[in-house]
């Protein structure tokens, strides 16, 4: 099976939330709740609206303010049943990344964002000490997860 895109992730996972009714900033603030994620609204809407044009999500009402409130179909229902495996592994691979980011992923991926964009402007010494990091980081990470010690360098 080929593995979803980010997009495909986030449209099974609100169309999974649709289960309950739900409008657009509820969706946000519960993808952030259950995933860590911080989708915005450019993002939530336009899922909507794809799942609303294929008949998966049906506006259930609009309440004050004019706020719409999204929830599932029938058709979208069926969807998600043929789709179970695919969902729940969805899931696990979302609930790993909010853990990721809770042990300070996100921090993590910043530093290295900056990284690769100064990549040009470093020294030799710099490249050095970063590929030392690097390789005892490494080490260090697969000793953990194998239940070892600590990797010491030389």
């Known amino acids: 099976m080929e593995r979803p895109s980010f997009k495909g992730y986030m449209k099974i996972l609100v169309l999974d939330l649709l289960r309950?009714?739900?409008?657009?900033?509820?969706?946000?603030?519960?993808?952030?709740?259950?995933y860590g994620i911080k989708l915005s609204?450019?993002?939530?809407?336009?899922?909507?609206?794809?799942?609303?044009?294929?008949?998966?999500i049906e506006v259930a009402d609009t309440g004050s303010r004019d706020r719409k409130t999204y929830l599932i179909t029938e058709k979208g229902r069926t969807y998600l049943a043929e789709h179970e495996e695919e969902?729940?592994?969805?899931?696990?691979?979302?609930?790993?990344?909010?853990?990721?980011?809770?042990?300070?992923g996100d921090e993590l991926r910043a530093a290295f964002r900056e990284l690769f964009e100064s990549m040009d402007e470093l020294t030799d010494e710099q490249r050095e000490r970063i590929r030392e990091l690097f390789t005892g980081c490494a080490k260090e990470l697969r000793?953990?997860?194998l239940g070892g010690g600590r990797y010491e360098r030389d």
């Open 143 to 145: 000793l953990i997860l």
């Open 41 to 56: 609204a450019g993002t939530v809407y336009p899922i909507l609206s794809s799942l609303k044009r294929n008949g998966l």
């Open 20 to 34: 309950e009714p739900r409008h657009g900033y509820g969706i946000m603030a519960e993808l952030e709740n259950l």
């Open 87 to 104: 969902l729940r592994e969805i899931k696990a691979r979302m609930r790993a990344y909010k853990a990721f980011l809770e042990l300070g």
